[in-house]
C-alpha cells in the first residue's frame, strides 16, 4: 500500500504522522498555511473552505468548495487541493505574487475588514469563479445589477455559492459587489487551464496512526467485506455528519471506511420507470445532473443547508443517520422512494416509508450500505417543499413539509405527504393524503385536510419551536400550497 500523499497549491507531500481524524483544516494549519480559519467547526461558517478538485459535470474537473473543518484529511489520499494562499499566482519564478481576481475583486471594493473570513469566503467565490456554465447574461442589463433578480449577478455569479460563508463586520453589500464584478478566466489561468484535464483517480487507502484506521477500498465488493469484518466502523462519504461528531462531540472510531469515490455508488440513471441516484453522489452533484427533471429535489436542494455542505453531503448519508429532522426525507418520502440496501450476500430494496424504525434507527442491518435511492416515474405534477426554520437559508428545520398531488380534473386523485420534525422518524402524513384522494381540489377540501395535518405525528417543544406551533405549520403549509396552486389548477 502506497504511503497516504495530498497536493496542496502544487505541492505533493505525506498526510503522516498526523491521527486519522485530523481535518483538512488542521492539517493545513500545521503546514503553516494560517488562512484556513476555524470559525464554528461545524460546516456553518465557511471560513475553513478550501478548494478541491473533483469529477466534474460539464468539464472533466471541477473546482469544488468544501468544509475543511469536517473533511479528514486521509479522505484526500492522491487528491488536490487549493487553499486561499494558493490562487495567488507568480509572474516569473520570484517575483511577487499577482492576486486572483476574485482576491483583486475582494480587495477593492472594500469586501475586507478584519480579514478572519476573507479567506473562505475566496474560496467559495473562486469555486463559483471556475464554474464551467457560468456565464454572463444577454442582456447587459439583467440581473441583480437592475434588482430584477438580487441572487445572480449580470456575469452569471449565484450567490448561493456564497451561503455557507458568514461575516460578522464588513456587510454583505461589497462581498456581493465583489463577487458581480468578476470576470470569465483566462486563457492562461493555470485553475481554469486544469479543468480540461481528469481529476485525481480514487486511491485504496490504509492509513493507520495511533492503533486508529482509515480506510477506503476500490470496490463496493471489497468494501461490504471489510464491513462484514468490521460491523464496529464508521462509514463516511462527506463527512457533514461525521466531521461535527468528531469536533464538537470529540468522537473517535477505532475504524473509519470511505464510501464517497466508490465507482457503484456514483451512478445517476434515468430509466422509463425510474431514477436512481447512487447513494454517494453529492447533493450538487446530483442538482445539477437532474438540471430541474424532478421540481421536488430542484425546491429542496438551494434549502438544504448551503454551498459547501452540498458539495460534501450525499442522499445516502442524510439517509443513513436516521436524524428526523434531515431535509431530504420528507421530499422522498413525497417521492414515494425506495433504498437499494447493499451488504456482502446481495441487495434488498426497502420503501422509504417502511425504512425508519425509530429515532435515528433503520432497517439497515450491519454491514449494509445504502448503496442508491430508486424514485418512480411519472412524477406527480403538483410538488412542493416547504421548510419552516428561523432563517431562510442554512438553518436546521423545525418543521419540513413534501407534498406531491395528482390533481386531475379538479380532483385530487393521488397525495403523498412527507414530514420532517414532528416525529422521532420522518413520516408520511396518511391520514391527511387519505383527506384529500378523491375529493376536489377546493379551498374547502384544503381546509378540512389542513385540520388533519395538524393532528398528524407527534411534535415536541425545544430550543428551534414549540409542539404548538410545529402543528400550526403543518396545516399552514397545505394552506399555502393551494394558495399557490389555485390559479394553475381549476378549484
Known amino acids: 500500500m502506497v504511503a497516504a500523499r495530498i497536493t496542496v497549491n502544487g505541492k505533493e507531500e505525506p498526510i ?8 483538512v483544516l488542521d492539517f493545513l494549519r500545521e503546514r503553516g498555511l494560517t488562512g484556513t480559519k476555524e470559525g464554528c467547526a461545524e460546516g ?5 473552505s478550501v478548494l478541491v478538485a473533483r469529477p466534474g459535470v460539464n468539464k472533466p474537473t471541477d473546482w469544488v468548495a468544501v468544509n475543511a473543518c469536517l473533511v479528514p484529511v486521509a479522505a484526500l489520499d492522491g487528491q488536490e487541493v487549493v487553499t486561499s494562499e494558493g490562487l495567488a499566482t507568480a509572474a516569473e519564478p520570484g517575483t511577487p505574487a499577482v ?3 476574485v482576491q483583486e475583486e475582494m480587495a477593492v471594493r472594500g469586501g475586507s475588514q478584519c480579514g478572519y473570513c476573507t479567506p473562505g469566503f475566496v474560496c467559495s467565490m473562486a469555486a463559483e469563479y471556475y464554474r464551467p456554465d457560468r456565464c454572463a447574461h444577454a442582456d447587459p442589463g439583467a440581473g441583480a445589477a437592475d434588482g430584477t433578480d ?6 452569471g455569479f449565484d450567490l448561493h455559492a456564497l451561503s455557507g460563508n458568514l461575516c460578522r463586520c464588513t456587510g454583505y453589500r461589497p462581498i456581493r459587489d465583489a463577487a458581480f464584478a468578476v470576470g470569465a478566466p483566462t486563457d492562461d489561468d493555470p485553475l481554469a487551464r486544469r479543468r480540461e484535464q481528469a481529476p485525481p483517480a480514487p486511491v485504496a487507502t490504509e492509513y493507520t496512526q495511533d492503533d486508529r484506521v482509515f480506510l477506503r477500498k476500490d470496490t463496493l465488493a471489497e468494501t461490504l467485506r471489510l464491513l462484514r469484518e468490521r460491523p464496529d466502523a464508521v462509514v463516511v462519504a462527506g463527512s457533514t455528519d461525521w466531521g461535527v461528531e468528531v469536533n464538537i462531540r470529540s468522537r473517535r472510531a477505532d475504524c473509519v471506511v470511505a464510501v464517497d469515490r466508490l465507482p457503484e455508488l456514483r451512478a445517476l440513471r434515468v430509466e422509463s420507470d425510474r431514477i436512481e441516484i447512487g447513494a454517494a453522489l453529492t447533493l450538487t452533484e446530483i442538482e445539477r445532473r437532474l438540471d ?18 452540498r458539495n460534501g453531503a450525499t442522499l445516502g448519508g442524510n439517509l443513513g443517520t436516521g436524524s428526523p429532522i434531515g ?7 413525497a417521492l414515494e422512494a425506495s433504498v437499494v440496501l447493499a451488504d456482502a450476500d446481495g441487495e434488498r430494496e426497502v420503501p422509504l416509508a417502511d425504512y425508519f424504525t425509530g429515532y435515528r434507527r433503520s432497517v439497515r442491518r450491519p454491514g449494509e450500505l445504502i448503496r442508491a435511492v430508486r424514485v418512480p416515474l411519472p412524477l406527480s405534477p403538483v410538488t412542493a417543499f416547504h421548510k419552516i426554520a428561523k432563517r431562510r437559508f442554512d438553518d436546521i428545520s423545525s418543521v419540513a413539509v413534501a407534498f406531491a398531488l395528482d390533481i386531475e380534473e379538479g380532483t385530487v386523485r393521488k397525495a403523498r405527504i412527507g414530514l420532517g420534525g414532528v416525529a ?7 391520514a391527511t393524503e387519505a383527506a384529500l384522494e378523491g375529493r376536489p381540489w377546493s379551498a374547502a377540501t384544503a381546509e378540512a385536510a389542513a385540520r388533519v395535518l395538524r393532528g398528524e405525528g407527534t411534535p415536541m417543544d425545544d430550543h428551534r419551536a414549540s409542539s404548538l406551533y410545529r402543528s400550526a405549520m403543518l396545516g399552514q403549509s397545505l394552506l399555502k400550497l393551494y394558495a399557490q396552486t389555485t390559479e394553475a389548477v381549476p378549484s
Open 327 to 333: 431535509d431530504s426525507p420528507p421530499v422522498l418520502l
Open 424 to 430: 422521532a422518524t420522518p413520516v408520511r402524513a396518511l
Open 44 to 48: 456553518e461558517c465557511g471560513a475553513c
Open 16 to 23: 503522516a504522522p498526523v491521527a486519522p481524524h485530523t481535518t
Open 150 to 155: 438580487a441572487e445572480h449577478g449580470p456575469n
Open 292 to 309: 430541474g427533471t424532478v421540481p421536488l429535489l430542484a425546491e429542496l436542494f438551494p434549502q438544504f443547508a448551503s454551498r459547501l455542505i
Open 99 to 101: 492576486l486572483h481576481p
